[in-house]
């Protein structure tokens, strides 16, 4: 990626966070400045999201193609789509301890993140435990597959068969978004911010994949 694309990504990212951080919100009911931390801890969310489902579509390439590019195009993939569940994982418990008491409550989307991280946390021990390249990408593959098709079970579905103390979600049932316009405008930032560092990093991370790839096979 250019230099532009790194800076750009750089200059968002500074203004979403000292905008987040500093510009003052409209009062909300029950939540009041703590909503500021949805300018983080959504968009982490929503690239977990992009993560998981990018490992998936490489996984079914790989099988497809057996080209050991998209295996490792879906490792890097799920690697920081684990990297940014926890991060969202950290911002929610940090929002529920401000605002429930507790950093910890197994509530529904608490738990259901939970089982999230253990089924992608399974998936790295996996790939750890199986030393042939080629069996490792195939039996990968089909685990990212399995576990993308749950992630939105656990992201979207579970969450809404039970009562959770979770605020209502960015989009409501109408379809609409309930936001201060200053909000909604640093918000929508954030996610194109967040977004573009994913995009920016996992090329970072793919490049770096595929070199330690190569020196693994050459020294095999």
Partial sequence: MNRIYEYSVFIIIA????AGIVLPIPDIPALGDKAR?????VPMSWISVVAFTMSLWYAVRYLRTK??????????????????CILATATGSLW??????????WDPRQTSIFILLMIYG???????????EEQK???????AIVAGITMPFFIFIMPRLVETLHPDPIINNSGKINMDTSMLIIFLTSLLGFTMLFFW????KTRLEFIKYKISSNSD
């Fill in 15 to 18: 203004l979403v966070i000292f």
């Fill in 37 to 41: 931390v949805l300018y983080f801890h």
């Fill in 67 to 84: 080209n050991i590019d998209y295996d490792i195009k879906s490792f890097s993939a799920s690697q920081l789509g684990f990297l940014f």
């Fill in 96 to 105: 529920a301890k401000f605002n429930w008491g507790s950093f910890w409550n």
């Fill in 122 to 132: 399974a998936y790295f021990a996996l790939r750890s435990a199986i030393d042939s």
């Fill in 137 to 143: 990408a195939r039996l990968s593959s089909v685990y």
């Fill in 201 to 204: 990093v996992l090329n970072m």
